[in-house]
């Protein structure tokens, strides 16, 4: 048993020693072993044209930001509907006789509609159609 053990330390040793001298002789000597990489180059030459783009990528997640522009939206459509059915009572009213009435509110109504194709004016995406189409 104790002899096993000598010559695997023997064995074991030779090894090491070895590594170490290769590894010392690639660190000193690197032109022998990486002739390639120390090689003289020529000058660069054109630059080639550019290749196509590639394809688009999925789009990303709904951020926090257009969360709450639809959320803010959503709220601005809904007092833009009730104020629709308001003005509709009205107009039935103006049949009847009181036409100033149905004026200020048509007023009302179109400075409503001209605030949210403001707001909307700075959106892209869906918002930006609904932009275009509404106003």
Known sequence: MHRRWIATTAVSLTIAVSSAGVLTW?????HYWFPGAYA???SRGDPGRRGPAGPQGPPGPVGPGAASAIGDLS???DDLSSQVDDLSSR???AETGTGDQASMSLDDVASTVQGICDGLSGYGGAFEDIYLTAC
């Open 26 to 30: 690639v660190l000193v000597n690197p």
């Open 40 to 42: 003289e180059k020529g």
């Open 75 to 77: 709220s601005q459509l």
């Open 91 to 93: 107009i039935d009213d």
